[in-house]
């Protein structure tokens, strides 16, 4: 790779981050880099442009007007302590110096590799509900985090946000052989007024809801997948006892 | 760009994407860090920038500038050793030295933000080093000898 030949773009603000960005076309966006730097090296990433994001003010957590709204590039660390389930799912993320330096955003559109899914955060997000704002074609948008991670491919996020309200909460994951490894399976649940909101990470190239568990039924209609962290059978079988898991720690929360 | 690195401001010419490790090591010589798995795996590379450890082969030098680096050769030298310096010689917590300079930084950042920290918080904090020597006991009777004379 000819790093001379790519134009690099720090932007100092949100607007002057989403003018480098543009349509997102042949544009690597870098915010904490735990993922992009890897491929870099490695020559699995072979970029034209890049903006990085270290300084475009998009980071931090504010409580207002009944919302909770992170930026993307605030630090995972940031979230450990906040609330549950994704500041449990954020402590899962590697260690304390990686999670100082990976965003919200970056775990957000990490997709899965071949090795391993790499959304750690993304149940959670679900769970409670989030939204996604982001940039980029056609302008700003607000989705739910599901339909993001559908649709969201070539976007620029500014920002998540949820309802500030007292829930409910479970997590249950799969523990790992080593700080490094990306989550294997977790299962998130929260609870808000009465409905029960149940997501897994892990069991496939990006988290799912499991809306037969939220009915009150058996895990059933997902698929797991076969990669090199574990096997489709293994995540297969321990998704059940996960679920049971974070239901339980949910109920332990009332 | 600058690059403040033990003190010593440097103008650095490095491309914005190249790691800060690569600026390190190759533009500026200094070659403490060291270049490991470079995939934020190892912990080799860990530096302090402002003050936190993090992985040198993850940061692109462009989101760098203004910032303060130190290495190992910014926290002692070898006439004042700091605490963490001294206590890895007195307990012979390094054999092939190449996962130290990590470490070093690692338990020094702990011991400035959580003096006399227990040992689930020193394992903790250093769960993203890797020894491939495997020295891990003497390395953590060496951490726990710093971080309890820190009391």
Redesign the interface.
């Known amino acids: 790779m000819a790093?001379?030949d790519?134009d690099?773009v720090?932007p100092t603000s949100p607007d002057e981050a989403l003018a480098a960005f543009g349509d997102g076309k042949d544009v690597t966006v870098?915010a904490?880099?735990?993922i992009v730097?890897?491929d870099?090296?490695?020559g699995r990433l072979r970029?034209t442009r890049?903006i990085?994001l270290?300084?475009a003010g998009l980071d931090g957590i504010t409580r207002d007007g009944g919302r909770v709204t992170i930026g993307a590039t605030t630090p995972v660390s940031a979230l450990e302590g906040g609330d549950e389930p994704l500041a449990t799912a954020a402590h899962h993320v590697?260690?304390?110096?990686?999670r100082?330096?990976a965003t919200v955003g970056g775990n957000l559109c990490a997709e899965a590799s071949a090795d391993a899914p790499r959304g750690d955060l993304q149940a959670a997000l679900i769970v409670l509900g989030a939204t996604v704002r982001s940039g980029g074609k056609g302008g700003e948008r607000s989705e739910p985090v599901e339909d993001f991670l559908a649709n969201g491919a070539g976007r620029l996020v500014l920002d998540v946000s949820y309802d500030d309200v007292a829930r409910q909460t479970g997590y249950a994951a799969a523990s790992r052989p080593h700080?490094?490894h990306y989550t294997i399976l977790a299962v998130a649940a929260a609870k808000r007024d009465g409905e029960l909101r149940v997501a897994a990470t892990g069991l496939g190239p990006r988290a799912v809801r499991l809306t037969s568990v939220e009915q009150g039924g058996e895990v059933s209609g997902v698929e797991a997948r076969d990669d090199a962290l574990a096997s489709a059978w293994y995540r297969s079988r321990l998704l059940p006892r996960l679920v049971e898991r974070a239901l339980a720690d949910l109920e332990d929360t009332g | 760009m600058k690059l403040t690195v033990n003190g010593v401001e440097h103008e650095v010419e490095s491309h914005g994407l190249q790691p800060l490790l690569s600026v390190l090591r190759e533009e500026l010589g200094i070659t403490s860090p060291k270049a490991g798995c470079q995939q934020g795996g190892c912990g080799a590379c860990t530096v302090l920038v402002d003050g936190e450890p993090r992985r040198s082969c993850l940061i692109p030098a462009g989101a760098l500038n203004g910032a303060a680096i130190t290495t190992v050769e910014g926290i002692g030298t070898p006439e004042h050793l700091a605490p963490v310096q001294a206590a890895f010689h007195e307990h012979y917590g390094s054999q092939c030295g190449f996962c130290t300079p990590g470490f070093l930084l690692a338990t020094h950042a702990l011991i400035e933000r959580s003096p006399g920290a227990d040992r689930a918080q020193i394992d903790e904090a250093l769960a993203g080093h890797a020894c491939r020597c495997t020295g891990y006991v003497k390395i953590l009777e060496a951490v726990e000898a710093a971080v309890g004379g820190a009391k």
């Open positions: 790093l001379a790519v690099v720090v870098v904490g880099g735990t730097l890897p870099l090296t490695a970029p890049a990085l270290a300084r590697a260690d304390p110096e990686i100082g330096q700080a490094h």
